[in-house]
C-alpha cells in the first residue's frame, strides 16, 4: 500500500482484495476468506461463519427505518450468506455501537427485530456487546452447521444452468422512492428496509446439487461476475428470463429510471443465485435466466451497452466517491 | 422502558440486565448471554462465541495506539472471554467501520495485529466486513471449541478458593499514564494499548476442575461481583495476597493516585480470576487472593470503606455521565 493513501482511494474491495490473501489460515479453517461465509472444520462439525456491518447513515436512516427494522435487516443480510454456503444458521452475536441520547426504546425494538428475524429460522441470538459511539453501528455474526454439502462460489462449470431465487430489485427501487421523499408504495419501502431472503432455499439448493451459489447482496451482475471469477468460467444471462415485477416496472416509469438498474443492480434483497448441473430439472421457486460458459466475465445477451446508472451501482463500494 | 428514556440514563448494564433474559434461547443454545461467552451444542461439538466492540474515542484513541495495537487488543480482549469458559479459539471474524479518510496503512496494520495475536493461540482470521463509518469502530466475534469441562460463572460454592492469574491494573494505570500527557513508562503504556491476558490457563484452569471462572475486563471487585451474583455466593477478598507490582506503586505515588483504584478497580488487562475447590493446589501462576463464603456480594476484608475512585472505575459503564 502507497504510504498516506486513503480508504476512499482504495476502495473496499480494492482493500479487501490486496488485503485478505495476506490472512493465513490454520488447518481447521476448510474456507478463508472471500466467499460469503467461512468454513471451520471441527473434525465432527462444520461451522459456517460470517459478519456484517449496518452503519446509519450508509445502510440506513434512523427517519427511514424503525429499530425493529434495521435489527431484522442486520440479522437477514447474515442469514443469506450462511444460506447462500448451504447451511442453516444456529446462533448470532451482535456488536452495537449508539450515541447515549438514542431513545433506549429504539435499542429494544433492535433487539426484538433481531430475536424475530432470527426466529424464523430457529436460531437464537446468544450473546453481543453495547457500546458507546457516535452513530448507530450494528455488526452481527452468524454462526451456522453444515448439514449437507458445502457450496462455495467456486464450483460452477461450462454448461450449467444459473438460477435465481427470491426478488430482485425492491430493495433499490425502495430506497430511490424514499430518496426522493416518498413513503410508499409500502412494498417498495418495506424491501429496503428489511429483506426476505429465500433462506431455505439454500441448504435446499445445496442438497440438489448445486455447483456454486451466492447471495445478490452487490447486484446481480456484479455478484454474478464474483462467481465468474472464483470459478474460472464466463456466465450468460439471458435478460428476458430475469424476473421482473409489474410493480417496479410502473415504478421506474414514473420516476424516469431504468427499471434494469434495480433488477440487475441493486444489491439488498439477498436472492440467491446458484448454478445447478445442465441435467437438474429447476427446483421450485428457482428461475433459469442464464448458463455457463467457458470464458471469463458476465455477458447480458443482446445488450449492447450497460445501462446507464448500472455501473456504478452494481458492486456498490461504500467508499468510493 | 419508560418512554422517552435515553440510553445514558438505562446505561450498558441497566439496558443489557433489562434486555437479556428476553432474549429467546433455542435447544441448540447450552449456554446463552450473559457469561464471557455463549455455547451453542451442535451435538458433538461444543461452540463457544462471544463479541466485542472496540470505539475510537471509548476504547482507544489513534494518537495512543497504532492500528496494529488495535487489532490485537481487539483479537486479545475476545480470545480471553473465550479462554475464561475453559475453550480454545479457532477462528476470528472482524466488522469494521472507518472513514473514508483513514490511511489505508493504519488497516492493513490493524489486521496485522489480528493476525499476529490470533496467531499466538492457533486461530485464524476467517472474514470480515469493511464499511464506511464516521469513526473507527472495530468489532471482533471469536469462535471456539470446548475440549474439556465448561466453566461459567455461576459455579462457585462456599469454601472454594478464589485465585487470580495475569496482571491487575496496569493496563489502567497505563491510560492514566497517557490521559496525563505522558507516553512512558512503555510497559505500563503498552499495558492500556493490547493486553497479554494468559490464554492457556483458561482451559488447564478447567481441566483442572475450577468451578467457576472470568476474565477480568470490567475490573476486578466489579468481575467478583458478577460472579457473586451469579453463583449465589459471596466472596471475601485478602487485599494484601492481590499482587501489586512495585512499578505501579512508585506510579501510584508519582501521580498521586491510590494504587488499589488500578488494581481492584482496573479492567482492561484481561486476566483470569477462578474458584478452586479447596482441596486443590494452586497451579502454576495462579494466586490465590480470597475464598467463596456463603451469603451475596464481594467483600474486601480490613477495608473500613471503598477507596476514592474505586467507585466509579469497578464496573465500568460506557454510558454512564
Same mark, same amino acid.
Given at each position: 500500500?502507497?504510504?498516506?493513501?486513503?480508504?476512499?482511494?482504495?476502495?473496499?474491495?480494492?482493500?479487501?482484495?490486496?488485503?485478505?490473501?495476506?490472512?493465513?489460515?490454520?488447518? +481447521?479453517?476448510?474456507? $478463508?476468506? *472471500?466467499?460469503?461465509?467461512?468454513?471451520? =472444520? !471441527?473434525?465432527?462439525?462444520?461451522? @459456517? %461463519?460470517? /459478519?456484517?456491518?449496518?452503519?446509519?447513515?450508509?445502510?440506513?436512516?434512523?427517519?427511514?427505518?424503525?429499530?425493529?427494522?434495521?435489527?431484522?435487516?442486520?440479522?437477514?443480510?447474515?442469514?443469506?450468506?450462511?444460506?447462500?454456503?448451504?447451511?442453516?444458521?444456529?446462533?448470532?452475536?451482535?456488536?452495537?455501537a449508539a450515541p447515549g441520547d438514542l431513545d433506549a426504546s429504539w435499542l429494544d425494538a433492535l433487539?426484538?427485530?433481531?430475536? +424475530?428475524?432470527?426466529? $424464523?429460522? *430457529?436460531?437464537?441470538?446468544?450473546?453481543? =456487546? !453495547?457500546?458507546?459511539?457516535?452513530? @448507530? %453501528?450494528? /455488526?452481527?455474526?452468524?454462526?451456522?452447521?453444515?448439514?449437507?454439502?458445502?457450496?462455495?462460489?467456486?464450483?460452477?462449470?461450462?454448461?450449467?444452468?444459473?438460477?435465481?431465487?427470491?426478488?430482485?430489485?425492491?430493495?433499490?427501487?425502495?430506497?430511490?422512492?424514499?430518496?426522493?421523499?416518498?413513503?410508499?408504495?409500502?412494498?417498495?419501502?418495506?424491501?429496503?428496509?428489511?429483506?426476505?431472503?429465500?433462506?431455505?432455499?439454500?441448504?435446499?439448493?445445496?442438497?440438489?446439487?448445486?455447483?456454486?451459489?451466492?447471495?445478490v447482496s452487490d447486484g446481480l451482475l456484479a455478484d454474478l461476475g464474483h462467481v465468474s471469477d472464483?470459478?474460472?468460467?464466463?456466465?450468460?444471462?439471458?435478460?428476458?428470463?430475469?424476473?421482473?415485477?409489474?410493480?417496479?416496472?410502473?415504478?421506474?416509469?414514473?420516476?424516469?429510471?431504468?427499471?434494469?438498474?434495480?433488477?440487475?443492480?441493486?444489491?439488498?434483497?439477498?436472492?440467491?443465485?446458484?448454478?445447478?448441473?445442465?441435467?437438474?430439472?429447476?427446483?421450485?421457486?428457482?428461475?433459469?435466466?442464464?448458463?455457463?460458459?467457458?470464458?471469463?466475465?458476465?455477458?447480458?445477451?443482446?445488450?449492447?451497452?450497460?445501462?446507464?446508472?448500472?455501473?456504478?451501482?452494481?458492486?456498490?463500494?461504500?467508499?468510493?466517491?
Open positions: 500500500m502507497t504510504a498516506g493513501e486513503r480508504l476512499r482511494d482504495v476502495g473496499e474491495f480494492g482493500f479487501l482484495s490486496r488485503m485478505l490473501p495476506t490472512l493465513p489460515q490454520g488447518t +481447521e479453517v476448510a474456507l $478463508g476468506p *472471500g466467499d460469503d461465509a467461512a468454513v471451520v =472444520d !471441527l473434525g465432527r462439525t462444520r461451522v @459456517v %461463519a460470517c /459478519t456484517d456491518v449496518l452503519v446509519e447513515g450508509s445502510h440506513f436512516r434512523r427517519d427511514w427505518s424503525g429499530g425493529r427494522e434495521v435489527g431484522r435487516k442486520a440479522v437477514a443480510v447474515n442469514l443469506a450468506d450462511i444460506a447462500a454456503m448451504g447451511a442453516r444458521t444456529v446462533a448470532l452475536l451482535a456488536g452495537v433487539a426484538q427485530g433481531m430475536v +424475530e428475524e432470527s426466529a $424464523g429460522v *430457529g436460531a437464537s441470538v446468544v450473546g453481543g =456487546d !453495547l457500546v458507546a459511539g457516535d452513530q @448507530v %453501528a450494528v /455488526t452481527v455474526t452468524a454462526i451456522g452447521v453444515l448439514d449437507g454439502p458445502l457450496v462455495t462460489r467456486a464450483g460452477a462449470r461450462p454448461g450449467d444452468t444459473v438460477a435465481v431465487c427470491g426478488r430482485l430489485g425492491f430493495a433499490a427501487a425502495g430506497l430511490a422512492v424514499l430518496q426522493r421523499g416518498f413513503r410508499s408504495p409500502r412494498a417498495l419501502v418495506d424491501a429496503h428496509r428489511c429483506p426476505h431472503p429465500p433462506y431455505a432455499a439454500g441448504p435446499a439448493a445445496a442438497a440438489l446439487g448445486a455447483r456454486a451459489m451466492i447471495d472464483q470459478s474460472g468460467v464466463g456466465v450468460r444471462v439471458d435478460p428476458d428470463r430475469v424476473p421482473v415485477s409489474d410493480q417496479l416496472e410502473q415504478m421506474a416509469r414514473g420516476l424516469g429510471v431504468d427499471v434494469r438498474t434495480w433488477v440487475f443492480g441493486g444489491g439488498e434483497d439477498h436472492a440467491l443465485v446458484a448454478c445447478f448441473p445442465p441435467e437438474q430439472t429447476m427446483p421450485e421457486n428457482w428461475t433459469a435466466i442464464g448458463t455457463v460458459v467457458e470464458g471469463t466475465g458476465v455477458d447480458v445477451a443482446g445488450w449492447d451497452s450497460i445501462p446507464e446508472g448500472l455501473t456504478a451501482s452494481a458492486g456498490f463500494d461504500h467508499f468510493a466517491r
